[in-house]
């Protein structure tokens, strides 16, 4: 059992991959905002459609592709309820948060964004919700303008009623920060933006798996996230838009499935969620994406998040008594990942450190470069935590921290 009840060892028992040895010590994971670790469940439906029931879906003449038409869409409706969305039709497959990004941008932005807009974001950005928006304004002749950070890593509330005039057209932004765990005030800002009839988009990456989230809650025009930070397979993510909205917007790509009718005289398209679909898609990934979702429906919610902010408020302790240890970003709420310094090492060098123990943690820039400038340091190590991470495991990260100063000082 953890210290608030959830029985953290049955869990555990459920990812295979933690179970083992790295450098000759037992395997600490603490990098699950970059991927997380795959429960058994989903291993073994991406397993079961391979061995079972691989066909295509939707075309098929047969009982086996019926089969993967029907789990196929089923993972749509149990993401569509996941997000509490309206309709099923309105959560569109896409490769991942960035692929969702890039086609709000080509579709969305290259009929709505024009010379003098600006695309507001704000300094946290991961680079997937900064440079597609770059690469838009560049062809439009628009401007994306960040919003400022407080020193603790909040969004300067200030500077964004400020920014909020009339020329914004987008506001783009990250529910949470992968770098500092920041958990921004989304649901007010979008009320802000949507008062003054600005498109928003709001990216969940690495909100989905940390807490609830409700679309309609939120009032967001679109939300997108992948799949492979909600413990299911890489190549799938998901674009969820207001269904009026992604109706009026064009086809991102063409090719099969997106099309109603094809003749060389014209091609009319399908509906949603086709239109915007092309081609064959990740049909693995989705059922995997479907079989996390009832893997995170089988947990009690609140003990889960009990369970990380247990974990986040240790780690903070923790850190706030270690010698030299330096706490990049103090954001008021935080969830999921932890970013720090240690005094007079390197990043790159306190990571090769820990993993010579074991212990697997992220350092770099994180990809939000920008947000590394606002704090004058060239990166940071950032140790991220889920649903199977204990006290235990903190606890060997400070040890190893300890170990890697002897070392490195
Ligand atoms: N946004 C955020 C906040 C992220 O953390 C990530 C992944 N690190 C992305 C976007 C990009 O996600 P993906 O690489 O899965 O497309």
């Known amino acids: ?55 295509n879906v939707h075309r098929g003449a047969h009982s086996l592709a019926d089969k993967a038409t029907i789990a196929f869409e089923g993972a749509r409706q149990k993401v ?34 024009a010379a003098g807009d ?40 200030n500077a964004f009623t400020a920014l909020l005039t009339s020329d914004v057209k987008l506001l783009a932004l990250s529910h949470v920060s992968n770098a500092l765990g920041s958990v921004n005030p989304v649901k007010q800002m979008v009320a802000a933006a949507k008062a003054k009839g600005i498109t928003t988009l709001l990216d969940g990456a690495q909100a989905v798996a940390h807490f609830k989230v409700d679309v309609q809650a939120l009032g ?11 413990f299911a397979p890489t190549g799938v993510g998901v674009l969820w838009g207001k269904e009026a909205l992604l109706n009026s917007m064009p086809p991102y790509q063409g090719g099969g499935e997106m099309i109603d009718t094809v003749s060389f005289e014209g091609t009319t398209f399908n509906g949603l969620p086709f239109k915007f679909e092309a081609g064959t898609p990740h049909i693995e990934g989705v059922i995997g994406l479907g079989a996390a979702i009832d893997f995170l429906n089988s947990l009690d919610n609140e003990a889960v998040a009990q369970h990380e902010a247990d974990l986040m408020d240790y780690i903070i302790k923790k850190a706030a008594n270690f010698d030299g240890l330096k706490r990049i970003g103090e954001a008021k ?77």
């Open 80 to 113: 569509s309820a996941f997000i509490n969305s309206p309709k099923p039709e309105q959560v569109l497959w896409t490769r991942g948060t960035t692929e969702a990004i890039n086609l709000v941008a080509h579709s969305w932005g290259n009929h709505n964004i």
């Open 333 to 409: 709420y935080q969830v999921g990942a932890f970013s720090f310094l240690l005094e007079g090492t390197h990043p790159s060098d306190v990571g090769m450190l820990l993993d010579q123990q074991g212990i697997a943690v992220r350092t770099g820039h994180h990809c939000a470069q920008p947000l590394m400038s606002r704090f004058n340091i060239p990166g940071t190590v950032r140790a991220s935590l889920s649903i199977y991470n204990t006290r235990d495991d903190i606890d060997r990260l400070f040890a190893g921290l300890e170990k890697a100063k002897l070392f490195l000082l």
């Open 220 to 230: 967001c025009d679109f939300y997108v996230f992948s799949g492979h930070k909600l």
């Open 1 to 55: 059992m953890s210290h608030d009840g959830l029985n953290i060892e049955a869990i555990r028992a459920q990812f295979p991959l933690l179970h083992q040895e790295v450098n000759g010590a037992p395997l600490v994971y603490l990098d699950s905002a970059a991927t997380t670790q795959k429960p058994q469940c989903v291993i073994d439906a991406v397993t079961e459609y391979y061995t079972g029931y691989n066909s």
């Open 118 to 157: 600006i695309i507001l974001v704000s300094e946290l950005e991961h680079h997937a919700n900064i440079v597609p928006w770059q690469i838009l304004a560049e062809q439009k002749g628009a401007k994306v303008v960040p919003i400022p950070l407080t020193e603790q890593g909040d969004i300067d509330q």
